[in-house]
């Protein structure tokens, strides 16, 4: 940005001079709800990762259904997984043993197509962003990768944000749809948007996913320019 000259906003955009010309950004501002980005949540929104750790460590869940997943536990697995076995896993031992097979095969969310089409029909496709934050553990970090290469379509294989502070990606544009209140809140508290989808765990565990992320999305306003040219 050497020889940059900040000028005026207009109309939304910023209009500056440079060594090159006249050069315009569009610029997010405060006031507007028009909606231009959607962050996906990787975990328990597009698959359903508690029940598949649940049912591998030997519980009594299906893997790919969160009907008998306990919700007083709240986010942490390991006290699922104690609940149900009598072990006695804390965060620190529980997490780290977990294998890359184990994150690379977990099975999607029924409704995980609907999501990604209807989430392209509001924005664009190449809008629409997976977003993830991995466990310190590079295991994780790897078995993430290899399931977004089995399950994600190609063009979403190249839209990833694998984070740990999902925040940091909030302007006030952008949405995220996510199962972690706390995710939601901080994404807020940065001027985003947010979605909290209903699981056992958090404070909708009586709706359904999908219709209610669907009475959300109507919500709200959004700017499809349509395919990049
Ligand atoms: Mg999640």
């Not at 405060?30 to 698959?47: F, G, K, P």
């Not at 919700?71 to 390991?78: D, I, K, L, S, V």
Request: charge should be negative.
């Amino acid at each position: 940005m050497d020889g940059v000259r900040l000028g005026r906003v207009d109309d939304g955009q910023l209009h500056f001079e440079s060594r090159l010309g006249h050069h315009y950004i569009q610029v997010p501002t405060m006031a507007s709800q028009v909606i231009r980005t959607i962050y996906l949540d990787m975990d328990d929104v597009c698959n359903t990762l508690a029940p598949h750790i649940a049912h591998f460590m030997g519980c009594p869940i299906q893997p790919d259904s969160y009907d008998n997943y306990p919700g007083q536990f709240g986010y942490a697995t390991e006290d699922v997984v104690n609940h149900f076995l009598g072990t006695k896993f804390t965060v620190k031992g529980f997490w780290p043993i977990l294998p890359q097979f184990l994150w690379a095969s977990v099975p999607t969310t029924d409704f995980f197509p609907w999501l990604l089409e209807t989430c392209c029909s509001l924005v664009g496709k190449e809008n629409v962003i997976l977003a993830t934050r991995p466990i310190l553990s590079p295991a994780c970090v790897a078995g993430k990768m290899e399931w977004i290469l089995e399950f994600c379509p190609p063009w979403l294989q190249k839209q990833i944000s694998i984070t740990t502070c999902k925040d940091r990606l909030a302007r006030s544009d952008t949405l995220l749809i996510d199962d972690h209140e706390k995710n939601i809140q901080q994404f807020c508290a940065r001027y985003g948007w947010g979605i909290i989808v209903p699981r056992p765990w958090n404070c909708l565990s009586e709706r359904d996913p999908q219709s209610h992320i669907a009475s959300c999305l109507k919500k709200f306003e959004f700017y499809n320019r349509g395919p990049l040219k």
